[in-house]
Nanobody, 118 residues
């Protein structure tokens, strides 16, 4: 059974940084793509960043390019999202997700709250 557990969220002032972690378990993820999504109150869930489990092919939403960095540590079965220069509009519930190949994002964590104060 796949389990994704996010951590690292919190309250930070604008301009600050946070690092989110996603601990993955339940299967071998070598053929999976991992992603971070977020959902702000009253808005649709949106893609933030993605990466192959081996660290290849990272991609980012335009709104976070140059500020956020996604990475993976296979030895720890963990995916990270380093968030710098945070803005109030980054405030959202951040979710970790996984998918295999071109399939839909099948597996989701429970989310971790990020709040950026102005």
């Amino acid at each position: 059974q796949v389990q994704l557990v996010e951590s690292g969220g919190g309250l930070v002032q604008a301009g600050g940084s946070l690092r989110l972690s996603c601990a993955a378990s339940g299967r071998t993820f070598s053929r999976y793509r991992m992603g971070w999504f977020r959902q702000a109150p009253g808005k649709e869930r949106e893609f933030v960043a993605g990466i192959e489990w081996n660290g290849d092919r990272s991609s980012y939403a335009d709104s976070v390019k140059g500020r956020f960095t996604i990475s993976s540590d296979n030895a720890k079965n963990t995916v990270y999202l380093q968030m710098n220069s945070l803005k109030p509009e980054d405030t959202a519930l951040y979710y970790c997700a996984a998918r295999r190949g071109g399939l839909p994002w099948d597996y989701w964590g429970q989310g971790t709250q990020v709040t950026v104060s102005s």
